[in-house]
Structure formats: C-alpha cells, structure tokens
C-alpha cells in the first residue's frame, strides 16, 4: 500500500542553462509540455500541466472581481509571462530568463508540489517568506481548529 501525495517540497539546483530538475515521484504527472509562468501571488515560478492552465488562466481572465486597470496589469505579469517548456530526458525544464529573475532564482532552489501545479523558488527567498510569516500562518491554524487534531489519543484519534 502506497500513499499517494502529489505535495511536498524537495531540493533543486538551478544548472548554468537555467534548468531544474522535476522530482522523479512527480514526473509521472509534470511530462512532456508544460506551462511556466511567473507565482502569481509570491516571487517563484510556476509550472503546471496544460490543462491546469487553461483553468487557471481562464480564472484570471474572467473574473468580475477586478477592474479594467488592474485585469491589464494581471495580464503583463502573470498570463503574458506563460510560455511552453518540455521536460527532457533527464527531467529539468528549461525556467525563462525573465521567470528566474521575478522569482529571484538562483542556484540552490526548492521545487514545491501543491496538488495541481509546481513551484519552484529560490532557497533562501523561500524560508525569508516562511518565517516572516509564520507567526500569521500559526494564528491561522489556531483558528481553524487544527492544533485540536494533534492533542487527540490513539492513532487514529480516538
């Protein structure tokens, strides 16, 4: 029985040709062409299958919830960015010039899963944002409840 998780966060280098290598547990999933585009929420790139795309790109595009100047600027920073890469035989793609310079990248980096796409940050870019936040991400926790789960007995909670 194997358990089947498509998160996690693994450690990368950058190579002298600007490429990084995909996970070899996840590549199953990240194969042939994928997207790379610029985070849109925090300095990284992200790398997502095409479809992935298309959703989160139809998302951006067609949401009411942002007026004309600022759906103008979404465009030239996160959907104007995307650009076709194809992972080669040993498992790196090819991170754009421009990509690794929004997401500060240099050569030792963290390539993260989270469930339908792929983040690649920088090393150090990556814990700075972590631990400026932390205290914020444990007061959320503590909202939601979650810290109860790990003061419950037995394995399985009961």
Known sequence: MGIELRTGTFPGTLDEKGRVSIPARLREWYSGELIIARGG?????????????????????NSEAVDEDDYDLIQHLYIHSAQVVEIDKLGRIPVPPDTRKW????????????????EIW????????????RARAQEA?????????FKMKGRDGD
């Open 41 to 61: 929420y925090h300095p990284c790139a992200q790398v997502m299958i095409p479809r992935v795309w298309e959703q989160y790109s139809q998302k951006l595009m």
């Open 103 to 118: 997401a500060n990248l240099t050569k030792d980096c963290l390539v993260i899963s989270a469930e339908n796409h792929l």
């Open 122 to 133: 920088d090393y150090e870019g990556y814990y700075g944002y972590l631990n400026e936040n």
């Open 141 to 149: 926790v503590k909202k939601m409840g979650v810290v109860r789960l």
